[in-house]
């Protein structure tokens, strides 16, 4: 878990491996030290310290990697994982100041944007290391008052914030941890980023 708090932004992550292993396979990466944030929320194949392990050569390449754009980061991140059990990604920038995102998302990682106007990110099936589509680059801009949760797979498609007791006055790191106390599946390492627009 990490908590960031910026002018416009708080940010945070929670996640847990599911039910009796140490390690898991779901990673998140933040990169706040530009004018943008830098993230990713990657889902490996597999579970415990292989998956795990997937995780952290993906963080590595994102970190080496800062100043890349988005369609070169994904073209890494399929021949960094090539032979090996491969992994979903969403990868994206958020401007701290103007809160345009742009990102791509391949596989079954899942975001949703609560707020006046909610909707769900767009997503492309494939998966890193295997088989991608030529990568969508997508683009948004989120409000003042707009939380925006991105997910993977170990947490269920159809969670609502509306169902947190509360969550309106939730912190972002409180809000992170309900999403997966709530929502999380036992049969999945589950993991979540909640991004807080004040
Ligand atoms: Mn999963």
Redesign the pocket.
Known sequence: MADHNRERLSISHFGRAFRGEHYS??MVYLDDSGDSVTFAIV?AAGHGRPAFEIGYRIKTLLKANRDTELSALVAAIHDLLQGGAGAVALVGHLNKVTLDLSYIQIG?THGKIFGRDPRSLARQDGMFGHSIPTPKLHHDTLSSGDIMVLC???ISVRFELAEISGYRALPADRLAQSVVAQFGKHH???TCVVWRCH
Do not use: M, N, Q, V
Request: glycine share 20%.
């Open positions: 396979g779901d889902d079954d993977t797979d170990g999945d390492d589950a």
